[in-house]
Structure formats: structure tokens, C-alpha cells
């Protein structure tokens, strides 16, 4: 009888540590994905599998971008943009740059609004 109770003890021990466990896995995963590093990583990903083609990596223009005459994203003429019209220019496009808005959500546009901005930072 008592040889039985602690096996009970044991399994219920046991039981709680797994889902105690699990529950944890679940946390961690779902707060991994809910921030995916503030700002940084996303719209830098972002930008670089949809602008890098003519801005290039930095935001100074690709060989391809030159060639179209891209302005330098780090220079004063595009920083003193105000985030209304850089937001514009992304969604809509200007010049030969396609327009956004169809292939991204409003909330990456702002990100990459605000990443054009992390650009001039950096220089
Ligand atoms: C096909 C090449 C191409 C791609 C891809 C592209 N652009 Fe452009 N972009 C241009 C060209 C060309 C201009 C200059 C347009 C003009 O002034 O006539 C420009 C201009 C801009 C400007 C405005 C600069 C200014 O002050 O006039 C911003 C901001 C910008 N691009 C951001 C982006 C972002 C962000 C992406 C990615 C979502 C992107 N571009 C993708 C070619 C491109």
C-alpha cells in the first residue's frame, strides 16, 4: 500500500515537472517570436531581401542602383525627409523605384522607415 502511494507521489512529481517544463518551452518560444529583437533585426532583413537589389546593404546604392541614379539613403537630402514622405516615396514608389505598399504591411514600411533612419547613424 505505502509502496504504492509514493509511486503515485512520484509520477504526480514527475507529471507536474513536465508540464512545468513544457509550459516553459511554450513561454520562451512565444516571447521569441513576439519580439523579434526591437527594431533591428526584422526590417534590417527586410531591407536587405527588398531594397539591397539598388540601395545595397549600407543604403549607399548597389552597382545595379547607381546605375539608376538611387540617391544615398545615409545623405542629408533623403534624412531631412520628414517620416510622412519617406513612408510616401516606400509605398508608392518614385522614379524607378517600384512601389511597397502591395508587398508590405504598414507596420514594415514604418520599420524600414525607421531603419533608413538607423542608416545615417552609422555612418
Ligand atoms: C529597383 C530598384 C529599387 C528598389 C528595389 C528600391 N528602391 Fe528606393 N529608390 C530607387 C530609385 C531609383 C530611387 C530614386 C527615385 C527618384 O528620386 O526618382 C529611390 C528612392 C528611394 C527613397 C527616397 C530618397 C529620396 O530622398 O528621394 C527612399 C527612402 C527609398 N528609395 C527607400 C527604399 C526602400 C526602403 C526600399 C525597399 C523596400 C527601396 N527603396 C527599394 C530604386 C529602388
Known amino acids: 500500500m505505502t509502496q504504492d502511494k509514493a509511486e503515485h507521489h512520484v509520477i504526480f512529481a514527475s507529471t507536474i515537472l513536465l508540464l512545468l517544463f513544457v509550459g516553459l518551452a511554450l513561454f520562451v518560444a512565444s516571447t521569441a517570436r513576439a519580439?523579434?529583437?526591437?527594431?533591428?533585426?526584422?526590417?534590417?532583413?527586410?531591407?536587405?531581401?527588398?531594397?539591397?537589389?539598388?540601395?545595397?546593404?549600407?543604403?549607399?546604392?548597389?552597382?545595379?542602383?547607381?546605375?539608376?541614379?538611387?540617391?544615398?539613403?545615409?545623405?542629408?537630402?533623403?534624412?531631412?525627409?520628414?517620416?510622412?514622405?519617406?513612408?510616401?516615396?516606400?509605398?508608392?514608389?518614385?522614379?524607378?523605384?517600384?512601389?511597397?505598399?502591395?508587398?508590405l504591411s504598414e507596420a514594415q514600411i514604418h520599420d524600414l522607415v525607421n531603419y533608413v533612419r538607423s542608416l545615417r547613424l552609422k555612418k
Not at 541614379?69 to 517600384?98: C, F, H, W, Y
Request: aromatic share 2%; net charge positive; glycine share 14%.
Open 35 to 103: 519580439n523579434p529583437a526591437p527594431d533591428g533585426a526584422a526590417s534590417s532583413a527586410t531591407f536587405r531581401t527588398k531594397c539591397a537589389v539598388c540601395h545595397g546593404p549600407d543604403g549607399g546604392g548597389s552597382a545595379t542602383g547607381k546605375s539608376m541614379n538611387v540617391p544615398d539613403l545615409r545623405s542629408e537630402a533623403v534624412q531631412k525627409r520628414p517620416d510622412a514622405e519617406l513612408t510616401q516615396i516606400i509605398s508608392d514608389g518614385k522614379g524607378g523605384m517600384p512601389p511597397f505598399k502591395s508587398s
